[in-house]
């Protein structure tokens, strides 16, 4: 059973940093056949894309509202993906999420409907 646990949100003023950490088991194959993803979800809003690497191509995308703020990232080694997120904003306020797929070779990663594992979400407020 694959499981997917988040950790470091918390409470950031805004223009500080924030480095997310998602870590990952139960996978069926290695994980650097894995893309992995991020979203978010903020209060009345619907979950939202954020940052994709695709498995060890290492390939990277990005949402343009955190493109040169945010930097996707990955350890196959241990298993974990991470989001630095540098000069924080109150609008980055949410819910985020780790996502993963078996590599696809389909343009979905931005997608909340290609990715079959989650994890629980962790919060990261930014306070003006």
């Known amino acids: 059973q694959v499981q997917l646990v988040e950790s470091g949100g918390g409470l950031v003023q805004t223009g500080g940093s924030l480095r997310l950490s998602c870590a990952a088991s139960?996978?069926?194959?290695?994980?650097?056949?894995?893309?992995m993803g991020w979203f978010r979800q903020a209060p009345g809003k619907e979950r939202e894309f954020v940052a994709a690497i695709v498995s060890s191509a290492d390939s990277t995308y990005y949402v343009d509202s955190v493109k040169g703020r945010f930097t996707i990232s990955r350890d196959n080694a241990k298993n974990r993906v991470y989001l630095q997120m540098n000069s924080l904003k109150p609008e980055d306020t949410a819910v985020y999420y780790c996502?993963?797929?078996?590599?696809?070779?389909?343009?979905?990663?931005?997608?909340?409907?290609?990715?079959?594992?989650w994890g629980q979400g962790t919060q990261v407020t930014v306070s003006s």
């Open positions: 996502a993963g797929r078996f590599h696809s070779g389909s343009y979905t990663y931005y997608s909340v409907h290609a990715y079959p594992y």
């Open positions: 139960g996978l069926t194959f290695s994980f650097s056949r894995y893309d």
